[in-house]
């Protein structure tokens, strides 16, 4: 964080100017974060994806942005203070270090509250320490409420793929109130043999075919006795900002499934 | 009776009107493209133009026992046996015949080919077996484009004989052909020269010196042909 | 023969019902409504379409090799097959197009790709069209055609579209639906259906355009009676698991000596020898360890056939 101090030291006489006055991200991870806790004007642009609407549920909060391609060459003429993004090119991670631009790529997280934690150092290096604490009391709350016996269930997502059961989707399910049952390719043979109590199927980009969407919306998952929600898969891409609203709402389906309300998945 | 009605082939083929009676073996002879095998496809209504050809006053529907087409072509694609290929003869969906198969090989010398792939036969052989394939069905009319062209000169006499012996049976027989020995066995010859019937009558008319030697480029010599003086070839 | 290549494709069609990733039997004894769910949604229908797209592949073929008197023609490499499976693709990535849609795209697909390939080669317009022609022609559209699939699931409105390119060009059984088979089978069964229908004058055919004709046979019509049915034969089946290579072609060789060699007679033996052959791939991309496309096996026995069938011929 030293080059921060040198950043806040440099343009000390004008304080509000601590905060960095064109921000880039070139990552959907990131543009979420960035929707979240920028203030208006301080975003120069984002990831195509962070405007779209089958990406990510923030995408109408960037109606009015520029976008960029997601590589560094192509945001140089916007002239950023700061560049965001995760999991970098080592390309651009080197472009930048040539041309003195502030390029921080982030880990991808791997947890809800390293998530948590993700947010509030973008929040601060955006001026806007409040929106980082608002959104990590949301995460810490959700933490210490979560369901004490969590339903075993099984998300899946295109062609049979299931999050990693120690994974960052895995964890916020937990907070949902379901542990993942399993991780990796799910073979729809396996899944009908030995069905989950809950299944929770990933929704994303639903009016557009491929076969591993169809996968999704196989017949035999209908026939299944395991209780199916839907789940909002633009929310799980990064399991980023947008999750805390999507665990609430699983909740709620959670809890109108435990007690036997009729599910609409 | 086999008639043709200012039949014609633009260009390949000049208005020809003809009355062919059935029992007749008739010749059609005249020069490389003359347009002998234009007139004989046209004859088989094979092809479409102007005119029209009509068998016993009816217009010509193909069927294997009204009429049988014999291409110049000695091409087989598939490798089946010359028996195999004799039956497709009898038409599509027809009852199997294996006598008439054996007798159409037999007549045509070739009863001992029948169970050889006819892509392993010489020209000739092949020939034989596809001779076979046109007599199977005992057809009213046999239009035949040089089925002697490939055959020994044993084997050409046969075919004439056999010829001959299915137009006493009451078929009609008309055949391109090169060879002018034989077509003077013919009831009847049509010589064709430029897309023109040239003439039609007995042999003994139609193979006139004037002809032969205006036409054909070739006069008779005492060892057989030979290319007559100030032929006007190719004219 | 026909009886043995029916009986060795009940036997292969059992096989294939029996077997997967999980023993049916086990889970039949567990929950029996499990299992009806797991044999009626996944095992009959991959069995099934394996059964139905393999006899329509072997059929078309045999019919088209018979029609362009020509034993290197084959729906599934001359263009045909990828025609259908570029249909589909546009129907389904583009136009969100159901199991129906899907399956009008390919075989409407496999008609222009036919079309064009006979206008290529020259067909119809005389003289049966020479084999080199035929095959550089077959080649081009297929070449074409694959292109096209390509740049279309690069462009489709899917992010995953490009993903499922290799399903598109070399086929896959996995995890097809009940609805698919319902809708394809029924399809490539009215082909097979009219293709034996013509089969009588597609042996005539053998005999050259010419002679068939003098024997009764109306060519232009059953040109465009074989195109027709090659196309419902061969399209819905690719619209539901991708181009299948080799099938086509190399069946109807293997059957053909059993029938005289007399090409439109080949179409019921290759119908079913192309069902056993699929069926036997199919199985064998379950039971391989490796994760083997479906058109790879049935090209890794095909290939060396086709290789001795050109060594053996001139």
């Not at chain 1, 502030?102 to 929106?131: F, I, M, T």
């Not at chain 3, 990733?21 to 086990?26: E, H, M, N, Q, R």
Request: with cysteine.
């Amino acid at each position: 964080m030293r080059w921060l101090a040198a950043l806040l030291l440099m343009t000390a006489p004008a304080p509000a100017a601590a905060a960095p006055a064109r921000i880039v991200s070139l990552n959907l991870c990131t543009d979420e974060y960035l929707l979240l806790a920028a203030r208006p004007g301080q975003i120069a642009s984002i990831s195509k994806l962070g405007a779209d609407a089958q990406e990510t549920p923030f995408a109408a909060r960037a109606r009015d942005l520029a976008t960029n391609s997601g590589r560094l060459g192509d945001v140089l003429a916007q002239r950023p203070d700061l560049v965001l993004t995760m999991g970098a090119h080592p390309q651009d991670e080197a472009l930048a270090q040539r041309l003195g631009i502030r390029l921080l790529s982030l880990p991808y997280p791997k947890s809800p509250a390293e998530v948590a934690e993700q947010v509030k150092r973008v929040a601060q290096l955006l001026g806007n320490p409040v929106a980082g604490e608002a959104f990590a009391a949301e995460v810490a709350a959700l933490s210490e409420s979560a369901p004490a016996r969590p339903m075993p269930a099984l998300m899946i997502g295109g062609g049979g793929l299931a999050p990693a059961m120690g994974g960052l989707a895995a964890g916020w399910l937990r907070l949902a109130g379901f542990t993942q049952r399993a991780g990796g390719a799910v073979t729809m043979e396996a899944l009908i043999a030995d069905p989950p109590a809950v299944l929770l199927i990933s929704r994303y980009r639903l009016g557009q075919f491929s076969q591993p969407q169809a996968w999704t919306q196989h017949p035999a998952l209908a026939r299944l006795p395991s209780r199916r929600i839907a789940v909002d898969g633009r929310a799980f891409l990064c399991g980023g900002a947008a999750m805390p609203t999507e665990i609430r709402r699983l909740r709620l389906r959670r809890s109108m499934q435990m007690s036997r309300l009729p599910e609409q998945p | 009776m086999l008639e043709a009605i200012t039949l014609a082939r633009p260009p390949m083929l000049e208005p020809v009107s003809l009355a062919l009676p059935p029992g007749t073996v008739t010749g059609v002879i005249g020069p490389n493209g003359a347009g002998k095998t234009t007139l004989l496809k046209a004859l088989a209504g094979l092809s479409r133009g102007p005119g029209s050809v009509l068998i016993d006053g009816e217009p010509l529907t193909p069927h294997p026992r009204r009429l049988a087409w014999l291409p110049a072509s000695r091409d087989a694609v598939w490798p089946m046996t010359a028996a195999t290929l004799v039956a497709l003869g009898l038409g599509p969906g027809a009852a199997p015949d294996a006598q008439a198969v054996a007798a159409a090989l037999a007549a045509c010398d070739a009863a001992p080919l029948a169970d050889r792939p006819v892509n392993q036969l010489s020209t000739g052989e092949r020939a034989r077996v596809l001779l076979a394939r046109a007599l199977v069905a005992r057809p009213a009319w046999l239009l035949l484009d040089e089925p002697i062209a490939n055959l020994d000169p044993g084997h050409r006499l046969d075919v004439m004989a056999l010829l001959a012996a299915e137009a006493q049976r009451g078929a009609g027989v008309v055949l391109a052909l090169h060879d002018l020995d034989l077509a003077a066995r013919c009831d009847r010859l049509l010589l064709i020269h430029k897309a023109r019937l040239v003439a039609d009558g007995t042999p003994a008319d139609v193979l006139q010196e004037r002809h032969l030697a205006g036409i054909f480029g070739v006069t008779r010599a005492a060892n057989g042909w030979q290319r007559a003086a100030n032929a006007p070839l190719g004219d | 023969m026909i009886r043995l290549l029916a009986l060795l494709c009940l036997a292969l069609a059992a096989a294939s019902l029996a077997i997967g990733p999980v023993d049916l039997a086990s889970v039949w004894a567990r929950d029996p409504e499990l299992a009806r769910t797991l044999f009626v949604e996944l095992r009959l229908p991959r069995t099934g379409l394996a059964l139905a797209i393999g006899a329509g592949l072997g059929g078309a073929g045999a019919a088209t090799q018979a029609l362009l008197r020509n034993p290197l023609a084959s729906p599934d490499v001359l263009g045909p097959s990828t025609g259908a499976a570029l249909g589909a693709v546009l129907a389904g990535y583009f136009l969100g197009a159901g199991v129906i849609g899907m399956a009008a795209g390919g075989i409407m697909g496999a008609l222009a790709a036919l079309l064009l390939l006979l206008g290529l080669a020259g067909f119809g317009a005389g003289p049966a069209a020479g084999s080199t022609r035929l095959v550089l022609a077959g080649v081009a559209v297929a070449t074409l055609l694959g292109v096209a699939i390509n740049l279309a699931l690069s462009l489709a409105p899917s992010p995953f579209a490009l993903y499922d390119l290799m399903i598109w060009l070399m086929g896959s059984l996995a995890d097809r639906t009940l609805p698919q088979l319902l809708i394809a089978a029924p399809l490539i069964a009215l082909g097979l259906a009219l293709l034996v229908r013509a089969a009588p004058a597609l042996d005539a055919l053998a005999l050259g355009e010419e002679v068939a004709q003098s024997l009764g046979v109306a060519t232009a019509g059953l040109n465009r009676h074989i195109i027709i049915a090659v196309a419902l034969a061969t399209g819905a089946g690719v619209a539901v698991a991708g181009s299948i290579a080799f099938v086509g072609l190399v069946v109807p060789h293997l059957v053909r000596p059993f029938t005289g060699h007399r090409p439109g007679a080949a179409i019921v033996p290759a119908a079913i020898a192309g069902a056993a052959l699929l069926l036997a791939a199919d199985i064998a991309v379950r039971l391989l360890p490796l994760d083997l496309r479906l058109g790879v096996l049935t090209a890794l026995i095909g290939a060396p056939f086709f290789l001795s069938l050109i060594l053996r011929g001139r």
